[in-house]
């Protein structure tokens, strides 16, 4: 559960505040700081609450940028404390034959004087034979949607409840057993 990392869970703990300690040093290096973490649950369409707390720590310690993998699906995104979290962008080459998980963008971000000035979505479609294609109008808007709806839960001020562990971690388990039986 990443809610473990925020209620002291030891190992998760130490490797957060190990984590934390590079960041730090790092931003005393370099003009801009990325992290792409290998996070969160695959198939679930938002982040747990508990991997966004981790995501403001990072941003805290001195991260520009964090760009999430791993759920296989979109997720959105949060402007947090003059940094920017993109929690998930989808599959970009991959072979999996859920329609949700075709979805997938590009992400361009402009840097300038030491700090990231903007950024933009570029969207793709996973085709049948497991190739990126540019996304059609109507595949824009859904790939927007899907973005816009995670982040409006995100920031939800009702967000420790909307992104509850458990039941992300059951919708994950379930869509993870529907995978396995196609």
């Known amino acids: 559960s990443w809610d473990r990392s925020i209620k002291g869970n030891r190992s998760d703990y130490?490797?957060?505040?190990?984590?934390?300690?590079?960041?730090?040093?790092?931003?005393?290096?370099?003009?801009?700081?990325v992290l792409l973490p290998h996070w969160g649950y695959e198939f679930v369409n938002v982040p747990p609450y508990g991997l966004t707390?981790?995501?403001h720590s990072f941003i805290d310690a001195g991260v520009d940028l964090i760009i999430g993998s791993h759920p296989h699906v979109l997720q959105g995104m949060e402007l947090y404390?003059?940094?920017?979290?993109?929690?998930?962008?989808?599959?970009?080459?991959?072979?999996?034959?859920?329609?949700?998980?075709?979805?997938?963008?590009i992400l361009d971000i402009k840097v300038q004087e030491n700090s990231i000035k903007s950024f933009s979505y570029e969207p793709f479609v996973i085709n049948n034979d497991f190739q990126p294609i540019r996304a059609t109008d109507a595949q824009k808007n859904h790939i927007k949607e899907l973005i816009d709806l995670s982040a409006a839960k995100i920031t939800a001020p009702n967000r420790r409840e909307l992104l509850d562990d458990d039941e992300l971690y059951?919708?994950?388990?379930k869509q993870y057993k529907l995978s396995k039986i196609k």
């Open 170 to 173: 059951s919708y994950y388990e």
């Open 53 to 55: 707390l981790e995501a």
């Open 14 to 33: 130490e490797m957060n505040r190990r984590v934390i300690s590079d960041i730090k040093m790092l931003r005393k290096e370099v003009d801009v700081v």
């Open 81 to 105: 404390n003059n940094g920017m979290i993109f929690y998930s962008l989808g599959n970009f080459i991959f072979d999996m034959r859920a329609r949700h998980t075709r979805y997938t963008t």
